[in-house]
């Protein structure tokens, strides 16, 4: 709301010759301000009284009523202020916010006021969010493209009213972090820069005392890890496997977990599987499932953490994560159609920008869906992380970053004890495997192709790399890899397979070049190895070359594409996979 103190009590003098309410104007602000709404609607109730043509000014009022709950006296009080003051954003927006409590948010929006003429960045935009037409990162792009000497004020008034609306629209996580940000990061010392500061405080002990479903938000239980527990307690023999990428594979958490475990069940003896890979992502995880981790024995227990490499490394569509993710909770039910399983969302920064915009990142929301179907537990660390970071609990840095120092990964270590200790002390329906799949074409047979069923030619070669005279930075892990090479662009490989899917898990360095296939005497196709990262790094990836093939038997060439840059092409291929 735009500061108009003086300008009531003008109009409080000019009512009252004697003795203007201002007294009780300045209690109702400090109550106000101080988190003490009733109090302050008792002040301005008592402005009202004693001066009853300012009445409809008193948008103070409004906003306390808002606060303390009382949102159909907030809907009348801002109606009557639009009044008088007919072009400011402010007033249709808590209009609204009053009006999705006491009714709903469709109710609000084709009631909402139409403004036009305020010029205040960003309220042009904060009305268009409210009418549904744009998105909250708009709102927070207009006031970061604001001027410098206005950006303060610009930046207060879009996270505010950024946490009134994610406030009506039921997700006070997000409204809470909002808020946070305009009453600290970005507090404007003025009338409802104070307001915002009360509002955070009032969220913060909501959120304190608010008993929220177990497990809810950061752990959804579903179908808990019952099978796990039994096998634990009973046979006191435990097999936990660890599927993911460049966090899962370092040292951390998958060792806090066990020590957990080890300390929950005391006569267990348990192994462990640990199956991370950096930079490989969904895709890459449902073709090597086989290999890396059903191989080992039967698994009781399996973690699988795709969200960071689905995003950054690889970009995959919300398909594409579907896919790979189904297919590894196919396969692993095929393999022990007991086997309990939690999908982990792990964070990198775009995560938690996403989270603090009231946005669910699209690979999450794809892992999600999987773990809905399948009613598996799933642990949400990427919006804990964004959730504390955004109250000021510690910074992204204390938390390590991407790849988490000790503190991080103790944070998710204790959340994945804290889904232990919900799921354990209840009795959770155990999940079953839905007779659909959420994708026909998800890879739920995803396999290596076995170097009995490729013809080589005379142009390929398996056998471990000369790392010494190859350009690029080789990791540790693939430095002894038996792979399929080609230097060069003559007689093709040949695979035969069966299934729907054909690609190649490659290592893709400096050098990586083009490939040319034919899939059943089809046409000839070309697929580029080069990833973005790869430039100094020989990076492992998934290339496909056809996922959605009729099921049956096919035959696949494959060549090396002479080329110009790089001068000197090659192609490692760890692996040819089929599903």
């Given at each position: 709301m735009k500061p108009r103190p003086f300008l009531i009590l003008i109009s409080l003098t000019l009512t009252l010759k004697a003795d203007p309410p201002s007294d009780a104007m300045d209690r109702g602000r400090a109550h106000l301000f101080a988190g003490d709404f009733a109090a302050a609607i008792s002040d301005f109730d008592d402005v009202a009284e004693k001066a009853p043509a300012v009445e409809p000014r008193l948008w103070q009022r409004g906003i306390a009523y808002y606060l303390a709950g009382r949102y159909s006296d907030g809907v009348a009080q801002f109606e009557r202020h639009q009044r008088v003051n007919p072009n400011d954003v402010e007033n249709a927006a808590w209009h609204f916010i009053c009006n999705a409590r006491a009714e709903n948010v469709s109710t609000a929006r084709r009631a909402l006021i139409p403004i036009t003429g305020d010029r205040r960045v960003p309220m042009t935009e904060i009305q268009e969010l409210f009418a549904g037409k744009i998105q909250p990162r708009d709102v927070l792009a207009a006031a970061e493209a604001?001027?410098?000497?206005?950006?303060?004020?610009?930046?207060?008034?879009?996270?505010?009213?950024?946490?009134?609306y994610f406030e009506v629209l039921g997700r006070p996580d997000v409204a809470q972090m909002h808020m946070h940000k305009a009453a600290s990061d970005h507090f404007y010392d003025s009338y409802m820069g104070h307001v915002a500061r009360a509002h955070d405080r009032k969220m913060i002990?909501?959120?304190?005392?608010?008993?929220?479903?177990?497990?809810?938000?950061?752990?959804?239980?579903?179908?808990?890890?019952?099978?796990a527990y039994a096998t634990f307690r009973k046979q006191r023999l435990g097999r936990v496997a660890f599927i993911g990428g460049s966090i899962t594979q370092a040292k951390g958490w998958r060792q806090?977990?066990?020590?957990?475990?080890?300390?929950?069940?005391?006569?267990?003896?348990?192994?462990?599987?640990?199956?991370?890979i950096g930079s490989t992502d969904s895709t890459t995880g449902a073709f090597r499932l086989q290999a890396d981790v059903l191989s080992k024995g039967n698994i009781d227990l399996l973690f699988i953490e795709f969200a960071v490499n689905d995003n950054q490394d690889s970009a995959l569509s919300t398909t594409q994560a579907i896919r790979g993710m189904e297919g590894m909770i196919r396969q692993a039910r095929a393999h022990n159609p007991e086997i309990d399983i939690?999908?982990?969302?792990?964070?990198?920064?775009?995560?938690?920008?996403?989270?603090?915009?009231?946005?669910?990142?699209?690979?999450?929301?794809?892992?999600?869906?999987?773990?809905?179907?399948?009613?598996?537990?799933?642990?949400?660390?990427?919006?804990?992380?964004?959730?504390?970071?955004?109250?000021?609990?510690?910074?992204?840095?204390?938390?390590?970053?991407?790849?988490?120092?000790?503190?991080?990964q103790k944070v998710y270590a204790n959340r994945v004890s804290k889904l232990f200790d919900d799921t354990w002390s209840t009795t959770p329906e155990a999940a079953t495997m839905p007779e659909t799949q959420l994708d026909d074409?998800?890879?739920?047979?995803?396999?290596?192709?076995?170097?009995?069923?490729?013809?080589?030619?005379?142009?390929?070669?398996?056998?471990?790399?000369?790392?010494?005279?190859?350009?690029?930075?080789?990791?540790?892990?693939?430095?002894?890899?038996?792979?399929?090479?080609?230097?060069?662009?003559?007689?093709?490989?040949?695979?035969?397979?069966?299934?729907?899917?054909?690609?190649?898990?490659?290592?893709?360095?400096?050098?990586?070049?083009?490939?040319?296939?034919?899939?059943?005497?089809?046409?000839?196709?070309?697929?580029?190895?080069?990833?973005?990262?790869?430039?100094?790094?020989?990076?492992?990836?998934?290339?496909?070359?056809?996922?959605?093939?009729?099921?049956?038997?096919?035959?696949?060439?494959?060549?090396?594409?002479?080329?110009?840059?790089?001068?000197?092409?090659?192609?490692?291929?760890?692996?040819?996979?089929?599903?």
């Amino acid at each position: 709301m735009k500061p108009r103190p003086f300008l009531i009590l003008i109009s409080l003098t000019l009512t009252l010759k004697a003795d203007p309410p201002s007294d009780a104007m300045d209690r109702g602000r400090a109550h106000l301000f101080a988190g003490d709404f009733a109090a302050a609607i008792s002040d301005f109730d008592d402005v009202a009284e004693k001066a009853p043509a300012v009445e409809p000014r008193l948008w103070q009022r409004g906003i306390a009523y808002y606060l303390a709950g009382r949102y159909s006296d907030g809907v009348a009080q801002f109606e009557r202020h639009q009044r008088v003051n007919p072009n400011d954003v402010e007033n249709a927006a808590w209009h609204f916010i009053c009006n999705a409590r006491a009714e709903n948010v469709s109710t609000a929006r084709r009631a909402l006021i139409p403004i036009t003429g305020d010029r205040r960045v960003p309220m042009t935009e904060i009305q268009e969010l409210f009418a549904g037409k744009i998105q909250p990162r708009d709102v927070l792009a207009a006031a970061e493209a604001s001027p410098a000497a206005e950006r303060d004020r610009a930046m207060c008034y879009a996270h505010q009213y950024l946490g009134l609306y994610f406030e009506v629209l039921g997700r006070p996580d997000v409204a809470q972090m909002h808020m946070h940000k305009a009453a600290s990061d970005h507090f404007y010392d003025s009338y409802m820069g104070h307001v915002a500061r009360a509002h955070d405080r009032k969220m913060i002990t909501e959120r304190s005392t608010d008993t929220m479903p177990k497990g809810e938000p950061y752990t959804v239980l579903r179908g808990g890890l019952p099978n796990a527990y039994a096998t634990f307690r009973k046979q006191r023999l435990g097999r936990v496997a660890f599927i993911g990428g460049s966090i899962t594979q370092a040292k951390g958490w998958r060792q806090m977990i066990g020590a957990d475990l080890a300390k929950r069940f005391p006569e267990t003896e348990f192994s462990f599987v640990p199956a991370g890979i950096g930079s490989t992502d969904s895709t890459t995880g449902a073709f090597r499932l086989q290999a890396d981790v059903l191989s080992k024995g039967n698994i009781d227990l399996l973690f699988i953490e795709f969200a960071v490499n689905d995003n950054q490394d690889s970009a995959l569509s919300t398909t594409q994560a579907i896919r790979g993710m189904e297919g590894m909770i196919r396969q692993a039910r095929a393999h022990n159609p007991e086997i309990d399983i939690v999908i982990s969302y792990f964070v990198n920064p775009s995560h938690i920008n996403d989270f603090q915009n009231g946005i669910v990142p699209d690979e999450i929301q794809a892992h999600e869906s999987v773990a809905e179907h399948y009613n598996l537990p799933s642990i949400h660390l990427a919006r804990e992380v964004a959730d504390a970071v955004g109250k000021g609990a510690y910074t992204f840095k204390t938390y390590g970053g991407t790849h988490p120092i000790d503190f991080g990964q103790k944070v998710y270590a204790n959340r994945v004890s804290k889904l232990f200790d919900d799921t354990w002390s209840t009795t959770p329906e155990a999940a079953t495997m839905p007779e659909t799949q959420l994708d026909d074409w998800s890879y739920t047979r995803g396999r290596y192709i076995p170097l009995a069923a490729i013809d080589l030619g005379g142009a390929w070669t398996h056998s471990v790399p000369d790392w010494n005279r190859i350009p690029g930075k080789i990791r540790g892990l693939n430095t002894e890899d038996v792979m399929i090479h080609c230097e060069t662009a003559d007689e093709p490989l040949k695979a035969t397979f069966t299934g729907t899917a054909v690609g190649a898990y490659v290592l893709a360095g400096p050098d990586a070049g083009q490939l040319a296939y034919r899939i059943d005497g089809g046409p000839t196709q070309t697929i580029d190895l080069r990833h973005r990262f790869s430039a100094g790094l020989h990076y492992p990836r998934t290339v496909l070359f056809h996922d959605e093939l009729e099921h049956g038997d096919h035959v696949i060439t494959v060549r090396l594409l002479p080329q110009d840059s790089p001068a000197h092409p090659a192609a490692r291929i760890l692996h040819l996979v089929a599903n």
